[in-house]
């Protein structure tokens, strides 16, 4: 059976409607992660961690910041602090593109800060992933590890963690 091909606009519908149902109780948290390329890196993030996911907007440039700290950004009004995501995990800096997005936290956590990433591969569920066990370098802010059936590598980030860890928090040199 052929794939019905959607636009950019109707998957990124579709994406604000499941985050807008879980938000109201209407399905499992378990069901279903949002696949993040990050780099080379494949991560996974709760939805209900996830406020909202947009293309990146233009960023103002903060001088004297760690090289991670992409800059900040205005959205609707409202300041966020925007960082590189695969450059503050010791990668490559995301670079342009059409695919890259911006990830912003969920208001429950109570910042205004948003994520870099690659490229938004939509969601994973449960049943497609496989537990593996986890690094011995994985740093605080990653809560599992998977491998799906194409053998690819998944990490599964904590935005909690990620959002109270003083690494993060501290984006000046």
């Known amino acids: 059976m052929a794939r019905k091909k959607i636009s950019l606009r109707e998957y990124q519908q579709g994406v604000v409607a499941k985050l807008q149902a879980i938000s109201q109780g209407d399905e499992t948290r378990a069901a ?27 960023l103002a440039q903060v001088p004297h910041s760690q090289p991670w700290f992409a800059g900040v950004a205005n959205i ?40 870099l990433v690659s490229r938004l591969l939509g969601l994973r569920h449960a049943d497609q992933l496989q537990p593996r066990e ?32 003083q690494g993060f928090l501290q984006a000046g040199r």
């Open 32 to 58: 279903s992660k949002l696949g993040l390329q990050v780099g080379d890196q494949f991560w996974l993030v709760d939805l209900a961690d996830v406020g909202e996911v947009i293309p990146p907007p233009e």
């Open 76 to 115: 609707r009004g409202n300041l966020y602090s925007v960082v590189d995501f695969s450059a503050f995990c010791g990668g490559e800096p995301v670079t342009g593109g059409a695919d890259k997005r911006l990830i912003l936290a969920n208001a429950k956590f109570l910042v205004n800060s948003g994520l």
């Open 134 to 165: 986890m690094s011995n370098n994985s740093a605080p802010w990653v809560s599992a590890e998977f491998s799906d059936t194409d053998g690819r590598h998944w990490k599964e980030l904590n935005f909690q963690a990620l959002v109270h860890d």
